[in-house]
């Protein structure tokens, strides 16, 4: 019997250890002996819960406990998560996590010290909620010079972005029912503003690199500056609005963003709708692939964690190597970051060609503006031009 201890009992806790007993029987075959969760840590109490039997309020309980041979760490945020996953790791136990914000923030370390004491510290749900992206990334791309990641990687903004464009919703309304739904964070300005999408692309780029990128050194928009007339203009132009979380990786300079984009209708993410996310990656010798799937909710995510204790219990005594070395990764300044702009403005023709030359127009009934879209250029020049116009709003392109 392998023992494990789920820290947190809120959606994803509970969806672990629902997972654990909806899929026992298969769960335990690929094991090859029983996995039982011995504790559950909260500091509430769940009467009626049958987890109030293994409900323990201490850490201790769980850190002091040798049968316990992983931890399962789903309470989000990175203190105390750090506190105790670092504790976990240094007596010997493995970790598997959900939590983004704490992978991000102290991934390199926390792989370190698994690797020193022969245990693991995985990460799977971290990104992506059910979607396999850190696997493959350290086990199947490895034979490839990573071009591009580009992904849709929040699902509360998605499925906001989503609702806006196929029925006019408006933003409020969304993000009230994907809190509803368990999507949204605690304090949904986390997606919103972009900053969980941040701490996913900074993830997937340090596995990337195989080094430390900094999340607070991503360039982060969010999308609640969007409204109905940028939904309006995009689908004009054949495509729509996605929160992307972006790494270009070019003649050694690595460029990471989180934006929202207006993405063509034949952009490979351009089908990835609602709670949905979609990663896609290009490799120097694999070329494009592309990774969809549940990016949020209870089980979806808790699938991905309990794959992680599997894949733990499979590997009690041997370290499965991840390479993200503490060496902090310089970003490319986003003033060189090239793509096409869409722009609304208040300035007349004339002046938009006077700036920017030869442009893309784009109409919508009852909007009393100009917009269009430049030729691909750097950001800085784009904003050197741009001040000379009256912009009301611009967004990248993805075309
Ligand atoms: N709030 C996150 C999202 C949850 O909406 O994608 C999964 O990380």
């Known amino acids: 019997m392998i023992n494990i201890a789920v820290l947190g009992y809120g959606t994803v806790g509970s969806g672990v250890v629902e997972v654990i007993n909806i899929n026992h029987e298969s769960i335990n075959k690929r094991v090859g002996e029983e996995v039982n969760v011995k504790y559950v840590l909260d500091l509430r109490e769940f009467p009626g819960d049958p987890v109030q039997e293994i409900l323990v309020h201490d850490y201790n309980v769980i850190l002091n406990d040798p049968e316990v041979k992983i931890v399962v760490e789903v309470m989000g945020g990175v203190n105390p998560a750090y506190t105790f996953v670092k504790s976990a790791l240094e007596a010997g136990k493995s970790v ?19 690797k020193e004491k022969n245990v693991n510290f995985l990460f799977e749900a971290s990104v992506g909620g059910g979607i396999p992206i850190i696997r493959p990334l350290n086990q199947s791309l490895t034979a490839d010079e990573i071009t591009e990641i580009t ?59 195989g080094k430390q990128v900094d999340y607070q050194d991503i360039h982060t928009e969010g999308i609640t500056k969007i409204t109905d007339a940028e939904i309006k203009y995009a689908k004009a132009l054949g495509g729509s609005i996605k929160l992307l979380g972006m790494s270009k990786f070019e003649n050694g300079t690595t460029y990471s963003m989180v934006a929202p984009f207006i993405i063509g209708g034949d952009h490979p993410l351009a089908t990835v709708s609602g709670v949905f996310n979609g990663i896609f990656i290009n490799g120097n010798v694999l070329g494009d692939t592309m990774f969809y799937g549940r990016g949020a909710g ?12 599997v894949d733990a219990a499979r590997h009690l005594d041997t ?3 991840t390479i993200w070395d503490s060496e902090k990764v310089t970003l490319g300044d986003m003033s060189s970051f090239e793509c096409r702009y869409f722009v609304r403005t208040n300035s007349k023709e ?9 442009v893309q127009y784009v109409t919508v009934d009852g909007l009393n503006e100009v917009a269009f879209v430049t030729e691909k250029m750097a ?21």
Do not use: W
Not at 164 to 190: C, H, W
Not at 298 to 309: I, M, R, W
Not at 379 to 399: C, N, P, S
């Open 96 to 114: 598997c996590t959900s939590n983004k914000e704490l992978v991000a923030a102290h991934g390199a370390e926390l792989l370190a010290i698994a």
């Open 151 to 209: 992904g849709i990687l929040n699902g509360t903004t998605n499925y906001i972005l989503s609702k806006m464009t196929d029925e006019g919703s408006d933003f409020d309304s969304v993000l009230k029912i994907a809190q509803e739904k368990g999507y949204a964070e605690r304090n949904p300005e986390a997606d919103v503003e972009g900053y969980d999408a941040c701490r996913k692309i900074a993830i997937l780029t340090s596995l990337a690199l």
């Open 298 to 309: 209870k089980l979806p995510t808790a699938s991905a964690v309990v794959a992680d204790v």
């Open 319 to 321: 370290n499965i190597m």
């Open 350 to 358: 004339a002046e938009v060609e006077a700036a920017f030359g030869d």
């Open 379 to 399: 950001e800085g020049d784009f904003e050197a031009k741009a001040k000379e116009l009256d912009v009301i709003y611009r967004l990248r392109t993805a075309f």
